[in-house]
């Protein structure tokens, strides 16, 4: 078993919103790392930050990730650092790998200033410009196509994704 179409991208790219749109389009499930990695836990991601910090994050989604890549049937889309562990990348080789490209303005207005993204606390306009430099080159990496979400409507981009699958 493997998802229909994993995707990946910074935060506010639109993973969650995009994938929900996605699977309904195509009849399948949704499935996100993040919730799963919660659901494992017990609390939300920003207390697993407090509480353990993030190598045990990282841990856990790395964990989440290849239980998500093994039996997601459906649409997956996994959190925006999971591209940072060089075994999330090779597991994702094989996968049909959509990369959900947005720019710095177009993911603030998305999540506005960090509330509840344990690492755009502080200074997060910054973080996120830093944290997206650092993370397009991975994206790209694993990914099998590029969709440019910047002021685009989740149905459409659905839409997009689903003909990209078709080919």
Do not use: W
Request: proline share 5%; glycine share 10%; net charge negative.
């Amino acid at each position: 078993m493997a998802p229909v179409c994993v995707l990946v991208g910074a935060p506010g790219s639109g993973k969650t919103t995009v994938g929900q749109a996605l699977a309904e389009l195509l009849g399948v499930d949704f499935r996100d790392t993040d919730t799963d990695i919660e659901t494992m836990a017990g609390k939300p991601i920003p207390e697993i930050f407090v509480d353990e910090g993030e190598a045990h994050f990282r841990t856990l989604e790395r964990a989440a990730v290849a239980a998500a890549l093994a039996s997601c049937a459906g649409v997956l889309a996994l959190g925006g650092g999971a591209v940072l562990a060089e075994e999330n990348r090779a597991a994702l080789i094989g996968h049909q790998v959509v990369h959900l490209s947005v720019e710095l303005p177009d993911a603030v207005k998305r999540i506005g200033l960090g509330a509840g993204r344990p690492l755009l606390a502080l200074n997060p306009r910054a973080t996120l410009k830093h944290l997206m430099e650092q993370r397009r080159p991975l994206y790209a990496e694993v990914a099998t196509a590029t969709v440019v979400t910047d002021g685009r409507d989740p149905a459409d981009l659905a839409a997009e994704i689903a003909t990209l699958l078709k080919r």
